[in-house]
Nanobody, 113 residues
Framework: QVQLVESGGGLVQSGGSLRLTCAAS????????MDWYRQAPGKQRELVAA???????NYADSVKGRFTISRDNAKNTVYLQMNSLKPEDTAVYYC???????WGQGTQVTVSS
């Protein structure tokens, strides 16, 4: 059983920054591939960024150059640093263990114009 708890969402103006945090349970977190998804109202959930156990990363085209995914295995934590935020980034952001049905509860990010 893996539990994922997100934090760090909120309301920010366009051009601002937020850092999302996902705290994970599990003694072998360092082996997990992890990712962040988001879901805007009326839209499908979409992959935002992913990170392998070795630290390789991948991003959706819409966030490349603005978002950075990282991890701290000592803290069982994965982060999503979001810079130059745009109103279209407004969504609920979810932490997810890749290839499983383990999801966090989500954290709301709202970017005002």
């Amino acid at each position: 059983q893996v539990q994922l708890v997100e934090s760090g969402g909120g309301l920010v103006q366009s051009g601002g920054s937020l850092r999302l945090t996902c705290a994970a349970s599990g003694s072998i977190f360092s082996r997990y591939f992890m990712d962040w998804y988001r879901q805007a109202p009326g839209k499908q959930r979409e992959l935002v960024a992913a990170i392998t156990s070795g630290g390789s990363t991948n991003y959706a085209d819409s966030v490349k150059g603005r978002f950075t995914i990282s991890r701290d295995n000592a803290k069982n934590t994965v982060y999503l640093q979001m810079n130059s935020l745009k109103p279209e980034d407004t969504a609920v952001y979810y932490c997810h263990r890749t290839g499983t049905n383990y999801w966090g509860q989500g954290t709301q990010v709202t970017v005002s114009s």
